[in-house]
T-cell receptor, first 119, second 114 residues
């Protein structure tokens, strides 16, 4: 069974400082990995995803994430945080479809990390 | 495009009542999903559909039913509401072009069962 862990319930950073939101996963084979963001009273918005190739993935709003296969991690990063980045962030994993099978796009989500950026 | 829309935004039910949460998408996506979000628990998949007329259970289907008569609509039915069903419900859709699909989420329905 696949699983995702976000070890920090909350992350606090000062505006202008770099931020990291951590994610580790467990899945058979090579995964597809996603980051979503949820602003208050809103649905989840897609930020970025890792499919294959370059381990550093760039996404929306200046975010990027680094896929590390040996550490089974997919940490979300941003070089300079903004107050408007304050939100709830979810990491998700999806197994690759095997030949003749299908995973129907089912995502497994982590429990979420609340990011607070202070002015 | 409106994307994924959900109604109602908020609802309070009494134990034993029934209701249907509506979800619609105008992106011609094949796949649709229902999730529930409980505090500190992330999202759990309730049901999903790979196309009109085809639905399947997710991780937490008990107490819910779905139907998919059209590509656009994927309603979620609660037959006998229980306090354990108090949650925020999100509908999502994806095209699933290969394995690289991205799920697009609606704004959510906040349900309280008293």
């Amino acid at each position: 069974a696949q699983s995702v862990a976000q070890p920090e319930d909350q992350v606090n950073v000062a505006e202008g400082n770099p931020l990291t939101v951590k994610c580790t996963y467990s899945v058979s084979g090579n995964p597809y990995l996603f980051w979503y963001v949820q602003y208050p009273n809103r649905g989840l918005q897609f930020l970025l995803k890792y499919i294959t190739g370059d381990n550093l993935v760039k996404g929306s709003y200046g975010f990027e994430a680094e896929f590390n296969k040996s550490q089974t991690s997919f940490h979300l990063k941003k070089p300079s945080a903004l107050v408007s980045d304050s939100a709830l962030y979810f990491c998700a994993v999806r197994p690759r479809t095997n030949a003749g099978g299908t995973s129907y796009g089912k995502l497994t989500f982590g429990q979420g990390t609340i990011l607070t950026v202070h002015p | 495009n409106a994307g994924v829309t959900q109604t109602p935004k908020f609802r309070i039910l009494k134990i034993g009542q029934s209701m249907t949460l509506q979800c619609a998408q105008d992106m011609n996506h094949n796949y649709m999903y229902w999730y529930r979000q409980d505090p500190g628990m992330g999202l759990k998949l309730i049901y999903y559909s790979v196309g009109a007329g085809i639905t399947d259970k997710g991780e937490v289907p008990n107490g819910y039913n779905v139907s998919r008569s059209t590509t656009e609509d994927f309603p979620l039915r609660l037959e006998l509401a229980a306090p354990s069903q108090t949650s925020v419900y999100f509908c999502a859709s994806s095209f699933l072009a290969g394995d690289t699909d991205t799920q697009y989420f609606g704004p959510g329905t906040r349900l309280t069962v008293l």
